[in-house]
C-alpha cells in the first residue's frame, strides 16, 4: 500500500515542531512538493501570522545553537543565509559583539587549554580560532590565557 502525501501545510508543521526554520529555509524545504495550484507564500504567511513561523525566535535558536562555537563572524554570515536581517539583526550582532571574547576564550581552553610556547604553536592556534569566526582581537586575548578577572 503506497504511504500517503502529505499536505504542504503538513509538512510546514512536521518541519516546524523539529527545530525552528527561517522563512526563506521552510520556502525552500516546501517548494520542493509543491504541486501545481500550491502557494507556499500564502502558507508562510498564514504560519507567520499564527506565530509557528518566526524569524526571531528562529535567529534567537540559530544564535544559541552556534555562538558557544562559532564566533560572530560565522555566526552572523550564517543568520544574513537564512535572511535574517534588519533590526533584529543588529541587535543579535550587538549581544555578539560583547560576548564573543569570552566565547573565545571558552573554545580556546576547551581545545587547546594552554598558551602557546612557540610561533608555530601560536599560529595554529590563532588559525583555528580564525577560522571558527572569532575577531583578532578577541583571537589575541584568548590566547593570553587568562581569564577577564586576571586581566584586571
Not at 25 to 40: F, H, I, M, N, Q
Not at 57 to 75: D, T
Request: avoid cysteine.
Amino acid at each position: 500500500m503506497p504511504r500517503q502525501q502529505l499536505s504542504l501545510k503538513a509538512r510546514a508543521l512536521k518541519y516546524l515542531s523539529t527545530r525552528e526554520h527561517s522563512r526563506l529555509e521552510l520556502a525552500r524545504k516546501l517548494s520542493r512538493y509543491a504541486e501545481e495550484g500550491d502557494d507556499v507564500e500564502a502558507l508562510l504567511d498564514f504560519l507567520e501570522k499564527n506565530n509557528w513561523l518566526s524569524q526571531e525566535r528562529f535567529a534567537e535558536s540559530l544564535v544559541h545553537r552556534r555562538a558557544g562555537r562559532y564566533g560572530n563572524a560565522r555566526v552572523l554570515a550564517e543568520l544574513q543565509q537564512h535572511g535574517v536581517n534588519g533590526e533584529a539583526f543588529d541587535e543579535l550582532k550587538s549581544e555578539l559583539k560583547e560576548s564573543e571574547t569570552a566565547r573565545a576564550r571558552d573554545v580556546w581552553r576547551r581545545k587547546f587549554g594552554r598558551v602557546p610556547r612557540d610561533a608555530e604553536e601560536r599560529s595554529k592556534q590563532m588559525r583555528f580560532l580564525m577560522q571558527r569566526g572569532f575577531s583578532q582581537s578577541a583571537v589575541r586575548a584568548a590566547l593570553k590565557g587568562g581569564d577577564d578577572e586576571d586581566d584586571l
